[in-house]
C-alpha cells in the first residue's frame, strides 16, 4: 500500500483532478476508482482514505467543479461597477466560465441525469450559491434606486435566465449546428451569442421594460418552489 502523502492538500487535489477527468468521460457508473487510483499513481485505498467511497469522491468532484465556476463569476469585482455594467459582466463571466470548462457541462449533465442525488449530500451548494443570488439582487436593487431596472425583479430569475442562455449554446452545441446548419464554434458566433443574451437580460430588466407578473421563486431546502401563480393579461378586444 503506499504511504500516505506529506502534502495531503497536493494528493487531494492531484486525485480530484484526475477524477474529474474520469468522470467526466464516463459518467458516474461508467468510471472506476482503479484507474483513477493508477493515474495518481496512490493505491485505491488511499483514495478511499481521502474521500470514504466512489459517491464521496463523485460528490467532491462536484463541489469543486462549482468552486470554480464560481470564482470565474467574480462577484465582489462584479459589485464594484454600476448596475448595468455589473449585469453585463455577470453575463459575460457566467459564458466564459462554462466555456473555459467544457468539463463542468459534462458533469453537471451527467449529475442532472441522476437528478441531482450526489450532490444533494454537498453541506457546501448553497454556500456557494447564496452570495451569487444576493449579488444579482443587490445589482437589481441599486439600478432600481438608480431608476435604470425596474423594480419586482426576482435575482433567482435572472440567474436561471442568464445561465440557461449560456449553458444551453455550449451543451448543446454540435446537435444545434446540424439542425441550423450554422457555425456556433467560431469565436465570432460565440461573441455574437454573448451579445445577443446579455441584450435579452438587460432588456428584462431595464425600467423601460413592460412589467409582468411572474411567479416569484422562493429558496426551499432542497429546492425551488412557487410562491405565486402567473397572471394571464387580459385580453384586450380589437
Given at each position: 500500500?503506499?504511504?500516505?502523502?506529506?502534502?495531503?492538500?497536493?494528493?487531494?487535489?492531484k486525485i480530484l483532478t484526475h477524477a474529474t477527468t474520469e468522470f467526466a468521460k464516463k459518467g458516474f457508473d461508467g468510471a472506476r476508482v482503479d484507474s483513477i487510483a493508477v493515474r495518481c499513481r496512490l493505491s485505491k485505498n488511499m483514495l478511499y482514505y481521502y474521500f470514504k467511497s466512489k459517491e464521496g469522491l463523485f460528490v467532491a468532484v462536484l463541489e469543486r467543479m462549482y468552486e470554480k465556476l464560481r470564482s470565474q463569476q467574480k462577484d465582489l469585482t462584479v459589485r464594484a461597477?454600476?448596475?448595468?455594467?455589473?449585469?453585463?459582466?455577470?453575463?459575460?463571466?457566467?459564458?466564459?466560465?462554462?466555456?473555459?470548462?467544457?468539463?463542468?457541462?459534462?458533469?453537471?449533465?451527467?449529475?442532472?441525469?441522476?437528478?441531482?442525488?450526489?450532490?444533494?449530500?454537498?453541506?457546501?451548494?448553497?454556500?456557494?450559491?447564496?452570495?451569487?443570488?444576493?449579488?444579482?439582487?443587490?445589482?437589481?436593487?441599486?439600478?432600481?434606486?438608480?431608476?435604470?431596472?425596474?423594480?419586482?425583479?426576482?435575482?433567482?430569475?435572472?440567474?436561471?435566465?442568464?445561465?440557461?442562455?449560456?449553458?444551453?449554446?455550449?451543451?448543446?452545441?454540435?446537435?444545434?449546428?446540424?439542425?441550423?446548419?450554422?457555425?456556433?464554434?467560431?469565436?465570432?458566433?460565440?461573441?455574437?451569442?454573448?451579445?445577443?443574451?446579455?441584450?435579452?437580460?438587460?432588456?428584462?430588466?431595464?425600467?423601460?421594460?413592460?412589467?409582468?407578473?411572474?411567479?416569484?421563486?422562493?429558496?426551499?431546502?432542497?429546492?425551488?418552489?412557487?410562491?405565486?401563480?402567473?397572471?394571464?393579461?387580459?385580453?384586450?378586444?380589437?
Amino acid at each position: 500500500m503506499a504511504s500516505r502523502s506529506r502534502d495531503p492538500a497536493r494528493t487531494r487535489e492531484k486525485i480530484l483532478t484526475h477524477a474529474t477527468t474520469e468522470f467526466a468521460k464516463k459518467g458516474f457508473d461508467g468510471a472506476r476508482v482503479d484507474s483513477i487510483a493508477v493515474r495518481c499513481r496512490l493505491s485505491k485505498n488511499m483514495l478511499y482514505y481521502y474521500f470514504k467511497s466512489k459517491e464521496g469522491l463523485f460528490v467532491a468532484v462536484l463541489e469543486r467543479m462549482y468552486e470554480k465556476l464560481r470564482s470565474q463569476q467574480k462577484d465582489l469585482t462584479v459589485r464594484a461597477s454600476d448596475p448595468v455594467t455589473a449585469l453585463e459582466q455577470l453575463v459575460q463571466h457566467t459564458f466564459t466560465a462554462l466555456l473555459d470548462n467544457p468539463e463542468a457541462i459534462r458533469l453537471m449533465n451527467e449529475e442532472n441525469r441522476h437528478k441531482g442525488r450526489h450532490i444533494r449530500q454537498s453541506r457546501r451548494m448553497r454556500d456557494l450559491y447564496n452570495p451569487l443570488v444576493d449579488t444579482i439582487r443587490f445589482i437589481l436593487e441599486r439600478g432600481r434606486d438608480d431608476g435604470v431596472f425596474r423594480a419586482g425583479i426576482d435575482p433567482a430569475f435572472v440567474y436561471l435566465s442568464l445561465s440557461s442562455l449560456c449553458y444551453h449554446y455550449l451543451s448543446n452545441q454540435y446537435t444545434l449546428e446540424v439542425a441550423l446548419g450554422v457555425d456556433l464554434g467560431s469565436e465570432q458566433a460565440r461573441e455574437n451569442w454573448l451579445s445577443h443574451i446579455t441584450e435579452l437580460v438587460m432588456m428584462f430588466c431595464t425600467s423601460g421594460a413592460p412589467a409582468r407578473d411572474l411567479p416569484l421563486l422562493e429558496a426551499k431546502p432542497g429546492r425551488i418552489t412557487k410562491r405565486a401563480s402567473v397572471k394571464k393579461p387580459a385580453r384586450q378586444s380589437a
